[in-house]
């Protein structure tokens, strides 16, 4: 019969196994059944040795580690940013499931067991087959204790409506951002320095000078002089010395300004513009059919 194994014993890239193949790696996701309630986290996943399918989720509700994990079918499970989303789970049902053990497979029989306790009826018989030399033995279910035969687990890959243990489809639309990071630059560099430039400058002085001021009087009643004044062409003369200022021009220096040179930071806005593309999900129905959520679904609610 198939074996099922956890896929990080298969391969220690697993976590790289799920990007190579396009699948979404719910490893380190966190669970959450019906309601909302967290229940764990989910640490491997089993896939079976015949198909090379994704058929289990391990979800460690204890944080033990993987023995005592919960075995969850994967066809159960919505994946969303924040976690793994087991709808349809709920407590009870999870309480009477099987839980992992390293030493222990997970044989046709517990496998059909957990089965009918998510199908909600424990007296069904699953749709699973027996691989036996009897054909008319098949679909019966379950192997028979003590015949000899080997049950063969039928996941129904072949069987669309059944979900069970089918990958959940998970289609990502990207969408292009602007990031905008900034780097400082030399933007530029101001010089302060200074030089002497000349001007005419008039100012206005007042000096003062002596003049020599005459004043003649006339006499009117003549006054005999003694002596000769005309002998020997002698004659008198007086001598009067005149004063003045004048202007002595000098150059001093004097502050008149103080300049200080300091920088400070400013903020502008600039408005940086350019084209970015993203993902819009297509829908293409051909004959008569019917698509849930259709009218939500396919509107861009971002336009």
Known sequence: MPHLHRLSDISSRFSQDFQDTGIYNPIGSAAYISGGQRIGTVRDVLVDDDQGKIRYLLVDDDGGG????????????????????????????????????SDEDYTFDLQSSDERVLRGDTGMTTSSTQTMTDTAAMGTG????GTGTTGSYNYRDEDSSDRMFKTPGRLQLLEERLSVNKERYLA??????????????TVNVPLQREEVVIERHPVTEARPVQGDVFADGASETVRVELEAERANVQKQAVVTEEVEVSKRTVTEQQTVTDTVGREVLDVNETGNVRVIGDDDDR?????
């Open 66 to 101: 993987l023995e005592g994990a919960r075995i969850i079918p994967i066809g159960l499970a919505r994946i969303e940013d924040d976690g793994v989303h087991f709808d349809g789970l709920t407590a009870a049902q999870l309480s009477s499931m099987h839980r992992y053990s």
């Open 142 to 145: 379950m192997a028979a204790a």
């Open 188 to 201: 530029g560099q101001v010089e302060i320095g200074k030089h002497v430039e000349t001007r005419q400058e």
């Open 299 to 303: 509107r861009d609610s971002r336009s």
